[in-house]
């Protein structure tokens, strides 16, 4: 669970020109937009399944989460930036 909340917080992608957060529910991580909320499954290590397609997250040298990308469908590694990364 600790390294679950080490991936919480917001993130946005100029790309997309959306914002997204990463929440816990229930003691599982959650992908929030709006009132949308989505399940994010363990697959291996930072990278979890969602309906359709695939949350890989990306960590800094000293092992801060600061991304993450979405690949669904037609779309492959859309990158969202943590806002507020603190080491």
């Known amino acids: 669970l600790a390294e679950l909340k080490d991936l919480l917080g917001t993130y946005a992608s100029r790309d997309a ?16 937009r709006g009132p ?7 697959i291996y290590a930072d ?4 309906p359709g397609g695939i949350v890989t997250f990306r960590r800094n040298d000293k092992g801060t989460p600061t991304s ?9 590694s859309l990158p969202f930036g ?6």
């Open 47 to 50: 990278a979890f399944s969602i």
């Open 36 to 42: 949308e909320s989505l399940d994010l499954t363990p």
């Open 68 to 76: 993450f990308t979405v690949s669904v469908d037609r779309v492959w």
């Open 82 to 87: 943590k806002e507020d990364v603190r080491d």
């Open 17 to 32: 020109q959306t914002t997204m957060v990463v929440a816990l529910h229930d003691d599982k991580l959650v992908l929030r």
